[in-house]
């Protein structure tokens, strides 16, 4: 009797693809459990059918429908428990947006009632700032134990510091003021000090010009005498032909005087 040739290459292949069936089985089983978990308060149909599918799709339990209905009948409802696994776990991810989407919109409203009801407090209370409100806000729950956290009291703070805020103000506007009258004086008082200065300095330099042009007059001026002689800074002048007046300088030269 001959004996037929193992196939080895074909034993691999079917073994490599059990396991990968049993892996992605364990995965997808331990998907559709753990999200029909998570999700049951939310979606308890979906949920249920999502763990129904997901313990079909582990490998024990397929093992056992397996013996009860048949191999292939078990791995046809594998497959198919994989299909509704992934259509279901769309299913959550559309509700897991709308619900995000919910919860988003209702945030929104709650920071904008938020928003309203500090608007008419700041309204009501002009003296409010909005960083110590919402400071308020974050210590208000403890108002039992301290005293000192109830609005009443918070407003009655707010309303000393706003006075006492505005009192410093109009302290200090009132030193600016006294500061500002004083430096005008000041700037004043210069001024006419620097325009006396500056005028007594014009008669100063008016006076010098007026002696130190009557001085050259004086200088030019000559008198008379035989021969049309004068003196000029201590030189003799003389009168030409012409009428022209000069005086002989230091190098032996005729000097015109104009």
Known sequence: MDQQPFNTSGTVARRGMTLLFNLSS???GSIGVLGGCSRFAQNPVVASLSILCGLILIPPIRRFIGRAIGVRVARRVAIGSGLAILALIMVMGRDIQIEEAIEEERVMKLAQEEERRDSILLARYP??????????????????????????AFIREQEEHHVRYVADSIARALKWHEDSIVSARQYRADSIKMARAHIRDSIAQAREARRAAAEQARSLEYTESSGGAGTYNGRTIYIGPRGGRYYINSNGNKTYIK
């Open 26 to 28: 364990w995965g997808w």
């Open 127 to 152: 003296f409010l700032e909005r960083d110590s409100l919402h400071a308020w806000k974050n210590v208000a729950g403890d108002s039992v134990t301290n005293p000192r956290n109830r609005f009443d």
